[in-house]
C-alpha cells in the first residue's frame, strides 16, 4: 500500500526519557512534515523538511529535532521528556511545497505520545 | 486568536438532517483546503478551493470559497453516519505553510 506510516502508534514513556518516532513515505514526494495534534484537536506545524533540508522549523523547544536520512523518512527524537509533551504527533507528505498548495498533504495515522 | 476559526466547534444531528460548517479568517488565502478526520487516523484531504467563489461538489458535500478568499463554507446534504468525523479546514497564505483551522466534530446520529 502506498502511504505514509509511522511507528509507534501508541507510545507511553516516564518524564525524562528520550524517544523516537518514525516516519516513512513510499508516495515518491519530495517534502516531509511533523504536526502536533492537541488535547483540543488543534494541528499545529513543527518542523517541514524539503529533498532532506530543513524548510520549517516552528517554536518548538530544541529538545524536539528532526532528521531526514534520505527524503522519504522523516524522524523525530525528544529528549527529556516532558509531561506537556503527551499529544498526538502526526507525520505528513506532500509532493513538493508549491503543489502542497493546491493537492494537500498525505498524512500518516499518528503517534499517540503520553509522558507520564 | 487563531487564524482560522471554525463554527460551530461542536454539531450534532439526525440521519438525513442538512447541515453547513463553516471556515472564517480576516486574512486573504491563496487556497483553502478541507480535511476529514476519523478517531485514530490523521486527516484526509477532501478538496482543495483556491479562486474566490469557486464552488465544488463531492457527492453530498458542497465547498465554497468566499468571493474575497477569506472564509469557506462546507455544505453536508442528507448526512449520512459515515459523515460523522472532525472537519478541519487549512489555508495557505501566499507561499506559506498550510495553516489549520481549530475544527468541527460532527456527529451523526442514527
Known amino acids: 500500500d502506498t502511504a505514509v506510516s509511522q511507528t509507534p502508534k501508541y507510545l507511553v514513556t516516564q518524564m525524562g526519557n528520550d524517544k523516537s518516532i518514525k516516519c516513512e513515505q513510499n508516495l515518491g514526494h519530495d517534502t516531509m512534515y511533523w504536526y502536533k495534534q492537541d488535547s483540543k484537536k488543534f494541528l499545529k506545524i513543527m518542523f517541514s523538511y524539503n529533498n532532506k533540508e530543513l524548510i520549517i522549523n516552528e517554536t518548538v523547544p530544541n529538545r524536539f529535532s528532526p532528521k531526514s536520512p534520505d527524503k522519504a523518512h522523516l524522524n523525530l527524537h525528544i529528549n527529556s521528556l516532558e509531561l506537556g509533551d503527551s499529544a498526538v504527533y502526526f507525520c505528513?507528505?506532500?509532493?513538493?511545497?508549491?503543489?502542497?498548495?493546491?493537492?494537500?498533504?498525505?498524512f500518516g495515522s499518528g503517534t499517540r505520545l503520553t509522558v507520564v | 486568536t487563531q487564524l482560522l476559526e471554525q463554527s460551530p466547534q461542536f454539531l450534532s444531528i439526525q440521519e438525513g438532517e442538512n447541515l453547513t460548517v463553516y471556515c472564517n479568517s480576516s486574512s486573504v488565502f491563496s487556497s483553502l483546503q478541507w480535511y476529514r478526520q476519523e478517531p485514530g487516523e490523521g486527516p484526509v484531504l477532501l478538496v482543495t478551493?483556491?479562486?474566490?467563489?469557486e464552488v465544488k461538489k463531492l457527492k453530498r458535500l458542497t465547498f465554497q470559497f468566499g468571493d474575497a478568499r477569506k472564509d469557506s463554507s462546507l455544505h453536508i446534504t442528507a448526512a449520512q453516519p459515515g459523515d460523522t468525523g472532525l472537519y478541519l479546514c487549512?489555508?495557505?497564505?501566499?507561499?506559506?505553510?498550510?495553516?489549520f483551522g481549530t475544527g468541527t466534530r460532527l456527529t451523526i446520529i442514527p
Open positions: 487549512a489555508g495557505v497564505l501566499g507561499n506559506e505553510k498550510l495553516t
Open positions: 478551493v483556491v479562486t474566490g467563489g
Open positions: 505528513a507528505s506532500s509532493q513538493d511545497w508549491d503543489r502542497a498548495l493546491n493537492y494537500g498533504y498525505t
